[in-house]
């Protein structure tokens, strides 16, 4: 499969990552100075954060193929995704351009923030909107809106992303209707001298922007309510809508000593870093939040796990393939030892599973690790590609003994082995396994 991104910046490079990342051949085509290299740290941003999602391996990545004309990047695209500047006539001939060349089967799709399709396709292209949120490689969500998108969805599914069919058009979309909102009232309330850029980020990241993360708007209220739900939450502050406790409609000047002062306040807050530093950063922060919603099977995290459920499994005597998540590390900047724990209790699983000797395989027994004896060979780092092959030394009787050897790019990174009982679980004491069971564990690999 291939895609072809027409514009190389923030979005278009993050839809390239997000692509190439799931094994997809993409070419960019960006005319403007400078393109190849900014597109080039995006992927490396998203190389390092996107696989840290995952406990397994994401595919190979595709090919990547800077285009030296629009056509060249479109022939035979399965996807065409427009990511240039928000000005419309600037968009109708990309698109227009585009959709000359483009497969009649292949999806044409606009990130545009805030024109409908009837604009878009005003000058006669057939495009639908695909609305992504930075970084693209990361946030799952993208607003759809057209009159057929449901293949779009589809692809968008298979690339661990959240499509949101809209059904009407709308300026904006939904999304961005909702930020516009916020952003006008953090605008008047900076203005008039009520709180900075540093405190109106507080407000947000220390208290409801944590509750939006994994319930959203509505369902945050109908707790509110209380046992009466969401009616009870209405009624009680539904009267304040009505006071003057916002200035929502009205848009303050962007002046020069308005934007002076955001500048200001907003190098205060953090112009002591990088922009790479400030990517990074968020990137490490949303992989952590994204991880534990994952295993809580809320908001966002739902979305990483039904994507790495359709992620293959390690194949050969492999038992884990992997990215070393941020979240493992330890004030030393590695991965701490209980990791390494956790990683060869990950591979034994791994090895019961292909073997049929997981519990939910049989009725009432299961493995109980009663040993282990793990050699730290050499450091391992946030990001880090990790393999674990596992060899099975003995299947037989009550025990099960694995030999795990850990590597980065082939380069050893530690050695366990490891002593397993088989228990019945009803008197939770060792008995012996099956000897078919044991046949399939000797042949592992």
């Given at each position: 499969m291939?895609?072809?991104?027409?514009g190389?910046?923030?979005?278009g490079?993050?839809?390239?990552a997000?692509?190439l990342?799931?094994g997809w051949d993409?070419?960019?085509?960006?005319?403007?100075?400078?393109a190849?290299a900014?597109?080039s740290e995006v992927?490396d941003?998203?190389?390092?954060?996107?696989?840290m999602?995952?406990d397994?391996?994401l595919?190979?990545?595709?090919?990547?193929?800077?285009?030296?004309?629009l056509?060249?990047?479109?022939?035979?695209?399965?996807?065409?995704?427009?990511s240039v500047?928000?000005?419309?006539?600037?968009k109708?001939?990309?698109?227009?351009a585009?959709?000359r060349?483009?497969?009649d089967a292949?999806?044409?799709?606009s990130?545009?923030s805030?024109f409908?399709?009837s604009?878009?396709?005003?000058?006669?292209a057939?495009?639908?909107?695909?609305h992504?949120?930075?970084?693209?490689y990361?946030?799952p969500?993208?607003?759809?809106?057209?009159?057929?998108?449901?293949?779009?969805?589809e692809?968008?599914?298979?690339?661990g992303m959240?499509?949101?069919?809209?059904g009407?058009?709308i300026?904006?979309?939904?999304?961005?209707?909702l930020?516009?909102?916020v952003?006008?009232?953090?605008?008047?309330?900076?203005?008039d001298?009520i709180a900075t850029?540093a405190?109106?980020?507080?407000?947000?990241r220390?208290?409801f922007?944590?509750r939006?993360?994994?319930m959203?708007?509505?369902e945050?209220y109908?707790?509110?309510?209380?046992?009466?739900?969401?009616?009870?939450?209405?009624r009680?502050?539904g009267?304040a809508?009505?006071?003057p406790?916002?200035r929502?409609?009205?848009?303050?000047e962007?002046?020069?000593?308005?934007v002076d002062?955001?500048?200001t306040?907003?190098?205060?807050?953090?112009?002591?870093?990088s922009?790479?530093?400030?990517?990074r950063?968020?990137?490490?922060?949303?992989?952590t939040?994204?991880r534990g919603?994952?295993?809580?099977?809320?908001?966002?995290?739902e979305?990483?796990a039904?994507?790495?459920?359709?992620l293959?499994?390690?194949?050969g005597?492999l038992?884990?393939r992997?990215?070393?998540?941020?979240t493992?590390t330890?004030?030393n900047g590695?991965?701490?030892?209980?990791?390494?724990g956790?990683?060869?209790s990950?591979?034994?699983?791994?090895?019961?599973?292909?073997?049929g000797?997981?519990?939910?395989?049989?009725?009432g027994w299961s493995?109980?690790?009663?040993?282990?004896?793990?050699r730290?060979?050499?450091?391992?780092?946030?990001g880090?590609p990790?393999e674990?092959a596992?060899?099975v030394?003995?299947?037989a009787?009550k025990?099960?003994?694995?030999?795990?050897?850990?590597t980065?790019?082939?380069?050893?990174?530690?050695?366990?082995?490891?002593l397993?009982?088989?228990?019945e679980?009803d008197?939770?004491?060792?008995?012996?396994?099956?000897?078919?069971?044991?046949?399939?564990?000797r042949d592992f690999?």
């Amino acid at each position: 499969m291939k895609a072809a991104i027409l514009g190389g910046g923030v979005i278009g490079g993050g839809w390239a990552a997000r692509f190439l990342l799931n094994g997809w051949d993409v070419a960019v085509f960006d005319p403007a100075p400078g393109a190849a290299a900014a597109l080039s740290e995006v992927l490396d941003g998203a190389r390092r954060a996107l696989p840290m999602l995952y406990d397994r391996a994401l595919p190979v990545e595709g090919r990547l193929q800077v285009a030296a004309t629009l056509e060249a990047a479109v022939s035979g695209a399965d996807w065409v995704q427009e990511s240039v500047p928000e000005r419309l006539a600037l968009k109708h001939e990309v698109l227009g351009a585009a959709c000359r060349v483009a497969k009649d089967a292949a999806v044409v799709a606009s990130s545009t923030s805030g024109f409908k399709p009837s604009d878009l396709n005003a000058a006669g292209a057939r495009a639908i909107v695909a609305h992504p949120f930075n970084p693209v490689y990361l946030l799952p969500l993208v607003e759809l809106v057209g009159p057929d998108t449901a293949r779009a969805a589809e692809i968008l599914r298979e690339l661990g992303m959240f499509p949101l069919e809209i059904g009407a058009e709308i300026d904006a979309h939904i999304a961005d209707r909702l930020l516009e909102a916020v952003w006008r009232e953090a605008l008047w309330l900076v203005r008039d001298g009520i709180a900075t850029t540093a405190q109106i980020d507080e407000a947000i990241r220390m208290g409801f922007g944590l509750r939006w993360a994994q319930m959203g708007l509505f369902e945050t209220y109908r707790i509110a309510g209380g046992p009466a739900g969401i009616a009870h939450f209405l009624r009680q502050f539904g009267p304040a809508l009505k006071w003057p406790w916002t200035r929502l409609m009205d848009v303050p000047e962007l002046d020069a000593a308005l934007v002076d002062r955001i500048a200001t306040q907003s190098d205060a807050q953090s112009g002591h870093l990088s922009l790479r530093e400030l990517e990074r950063r968020r990137d490490d922060a949303l992989v952590t939040i994204l991880r534990g919603l994952r295993r809580r099977g809320q908001g966002a995290g739902e979305v990483v796990a039904a994507h790495e459920a359709r992620l293959p499994a390690p194949e050969g005597g492999l038992s884990v393939r992997r990215r070393v998540p941020v979240t493992w590390t330890d004030w030393n900047g590695h991965m701490n030892e209980g990791r390494y724990g956790q990683v060869f209790s990950d591979a034994a699983d791994a090895v019961m599973a292909r073997c049929g000797a997981m519990p939910g395989d049989g009725d009432g027994w299961s493995f109980f690790t009663v040993e282990t004896t793990i050699r730290y060979l050499a450091e391992t780092h946030a990001g880090d590609p990790i393999e674990v092959a596992t060899e099975v030394v003995e299947a037989a009787g009550k025990k099960l003994r694995l030999r795990h050897r850990m590597t980065r790019e082939g380069s050893p990174l530690a050695e366990c082995d490891q002593l397993l009982l088989h228990v019945e679980l009803d008197t939770r004491r060792s008995a012996p396994m099956p000897e078919a069971m044991a046949a399939r564990l000797r042949d592992f690999g």
